[in-house]
């Protein structure tokens, strides 16, 4: 049975009212709801990123569980060590990493490689922001191309880089990718991961209002159309199985995704008919993949 | 008393409000017309800091609310309003 709201009501989750987090922020929301299904046997590790500033400053938190914040590069190796510490001690905890994007895409990535093909059994958790929102909105790996930030003042014109790809390609039993735009595809993903043992991975799509100039009453909306216009496709692969979890049944232009933004309001039409024709080629390459006994 | 009494370990104790009244930030507040509720919960599912408390019907914790409006923009039928703030 999957889980439904009065379920989750009951459910206790780990975000205390009144944390540091900007109003309508998408990690805030993400988090409140994984930590329910997640549970209180859970320890999380945190790199630096928003989630650390979000936690409010010392001596006190607002998060209601036990949590290590460490450095940059860190976070899967700690996460690797404390969750073999506990297996030493017979002690079943769920370890999960919550990082950010820049900690996951760019300066975490090689601790992140180095415990999915250890296939280290913990859940690590990349809330994608798409920038370093914290600092002051500066391009990660994981900014999309065309996108405004302090450090891309013309819109970036790398591509964005596919981390859950990138870690499908170890193996890692399961991958996934989510958001708030759809809240009980998250939440049964957060399941299953729990249900699978070894190196798990959910990429949470995660809206930051100052950061994407967007209205703060508008992160579940955006993140849906992020989903229904192909943007940021909703997908899990378990053992190499690919299945697209969230199918819209009819695709919105791309543009009203991101006419809504203020950080591609600079875009042109060409430019946006390009990016439209990239989202719909990955599109049609993961409906490909469906298709495979596996994809690796 | 193992411990010195100098020595402070950099832990945090969780705290509702470890940033403050978090209150006073809003702008606008959002008000409940609980003729139009029809309990979905989905403002309390995606309140993203948790101020909307289940009671036997929805009510909103003004103590720590930013007045996001993600709550107004999500009820279905449309019983959430957002009111801006005087002094
Ligand atoms: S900058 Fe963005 S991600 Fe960071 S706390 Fe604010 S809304 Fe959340
Ligand atoms: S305005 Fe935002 S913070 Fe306040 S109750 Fe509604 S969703 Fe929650
Ligand atoms: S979303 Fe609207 S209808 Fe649903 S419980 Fe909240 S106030 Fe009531």
């Known amino acids: ?296 | 008393m193992g411990l010195s009494e100098e020595l402070v370990l950099p832990i945090s104790r969780p705290s509702k409000g470890a940033s403050g009244r978090t209150g006073v930030w809003r702008v606008f507040k959002p008000v409940i017309d609980l003729q139009k509720c029809v309990k979905c919960w989905q403002c309390w599912l995606l309140c993203p800091e948790e101020t909307i408390l289940a009671d036997d019907v929805p009510k909103v914790d003004y103590d720590y609310c930013k007045g996001c409006g993600v709550c107004a923009k999500v009820c279905p039928t449309k019983a959430i309003t957002m009111v801006e703030e005087r002094e």
Not at chain 1, 102 to 110: H, K, M, R, S
Not at chain 1, 210 to 219: A, E, F, N, V, Y
């Open chain 1, 1 to 296: 049975m999957p889980l439904t709201v009065k379920d989750l009501m009951k459910m206790e989750g780990a975000y205390l009212p009144g944390s540091a987090a900007c109003p309508g922020c998408g990690l805030s929301l993400s988090f409140r709801i994984a930590s329910r299904v997640l549970g209180k046997n859970t320890v999380y590790v945190v790199p630096a990123c928003c989630f650390s500033v979000v936690q409010s400053p010392m001596p006190l938190t607002s998060i209601k569980a036990p949590l290590l914040n460490i450095a940059f590069a860190a976070a899967a190796a700690a996460a690797s060590g404390i969750k073999r510490a506990y297996e030493t001690l017979n002690k079943d905890i769920n370890v999960v990493v919550w990082a950010g994007d820049g900690g996951t895409a760019d300066i975490g990535l090689q601790a992140l490689s180095g415990a999915a093909e250890r296939n280290e059994n913990i859940i690590y958790v990349c809330y994608d922001n798409e920038a370093y929102m914290n600092t002051g909105i500066q391009r990660s790996g994981a900014t999309p191309r065309g996108a405004w930030t302090r450090t891309t003042l013309k819109g970036k014109e790398e591509p964005k880089k596919n981390v859950p790809m990138i870690v499908a390609a170890h193996k890692a039993p399961y991958v996934a990718t989510a958001s708030v735009g759809y809240p009980f595809d998250l939440i049964r993903k957060f399941e299953k991961a729990l249900s699978i043992k070894g190196f798990r991975y959910i990429h949470l799509l995660s809206p930051c209002p100052p950061g994407w100039g967007i209205d703060s009453s508008t992160t579940v909306e955006i993140a849906k159309l992020a989903t229904d216009t192909y943007f940021f496709p909703l997908y899990e692969v378990e053992n190499g199985k690919l299945r697209i979890t969230v199918k819209p049944p009819k695709r919105r232009p791309l543009k009203d995704y991101l006419s809504v933004q203020g950080r591609f309001r600079h875009l042109s039409d060409e430019e946006i008919e390009r990016m439209e024709k990239e989202a719909i080629n990955w599109w049609n390459h993961l409906l490909e993949m469906e298709k495979m006994e596996s994809i690796l």
